[in-house]
């Protein structure tokens, strides 16, 4: 088994009102979808606080605008070192961060979306054993929505980056696709989501206000999201929360 320090990175974009998580405005106001983004951040930090010191991993947000390190004051755990984002688009700054990460002494990135916050510490943890086996190795957490809330690489391998049609639901198909072509070994994890829609927004709703998520089997179990948990339930206690069709929302005390 190969050793090393494992970098576990966020993707995040500063929390800043008309900034994020625009595809949930509305029901949310540009204020409350940053707010809510805060949580997010703050709730994957904490999933990665929780597992990474037992697991010879480190916490990274790796963060865009530069210039925004302010924005992150008090979300990140103590210990969460900050590294700006570098790229034109999405694909680049993922292979950007990759190759920062791994030209220093990290053995392994980990590079997991800020929209996911009840994403199961198990996910990471079986993602940190994946890249201490020997020899090369991809790691991919497959999202409901076509996408991936998590790749992990030893190599900062270029072509599963370029050409992605990002924000689409072909993005882990053509992953797996250029995963295949380069015969790299790869581990997928179980399905899992994150919260960038209003459907999934409701599917966040019910696995913390009603019955679970259904993707929660054989043993996986969501984090528990207290930031998120907290602001949302504010949020249905509200007169208006019929905005987000949640039927169980006047069950929420």
């Known amino acids: 088994m190969e050793t090393g320090v494992i970098a576990l990175g966020i993707m995040c974009k500063a929390p800043r009102e008309g900034a994020c998580k625009t ?3 509305p ?12 949580c997010f951040i703050a709730d994957v930090g ?3 606080a929780e597992m990474a010191p037992a697991a010879g991993a480190r916490g990274v947000a790796i963060y865009t605008p ?6 992150f004051d008090g979300l990140l755990p103590d210990g969460f070192a900050r590294l700006g984002q570098r790229g034109d688009d999405l694909g ?3 292979l950007c961060a990759t190759e920062d990460l791994l030209a220093g002494s990290d053995g392994g990135v980990c590079l997991i979306n800020s929209d996911s916050p009840t994403l199961p ?3 990471l943890r079986q993602t940190v054993d994946a890249l201490r086996r020997p020899g090369d190795r991809v790691v991919l957490g497959p999202a409901v929505d076509g996408g991936y809330y998590l790749i992990g690489l030893k190599r900062a391998h270029a072509p599963l980056f370029q050409g992605v049609a990002w924000s689409t639901g072909r993005v882990l198909a053509q992953t797996l696709t250029r995963a295949a072509a380069l015969k790299v070994p790869l581990t997928l ?3 899992w989501y994150d919260v960038d ?3 999934a927004l409701q599917l966040l709703l019910h696995e913390l206000f009603a019955g679970g998520v259904p993707l929660a089997v054989d043993g996986l179990c969501g984090s528990p999201a207290f930031h998120s948990r907290q602001y949302l339930q504010s949020l249905l206690r509200a007169p208006n929360a019929s905005r987000f069709g949640f039927p169980a929302a006047t069950a929420v005390g």
């Open 23 to 25: 595809r949930l405005s």
């Open 27 to 38: 029901p949310l106001s540009a204020a409350e979808a940053a707010e809510l983004s805060r």
């Open 46 to 48: 904490s999933v990665i």
């Open 66 to 71: 530069v210039g925004s390190e302010a924005a």
């Open 92 to 94: 680049e700054r993922l």
């Open 121 to 123: 510490a198990s996910l």
């Open 189 to 191: 994890l179980p399905l």
């Open 197 to 199: 829609d209003l459907s």
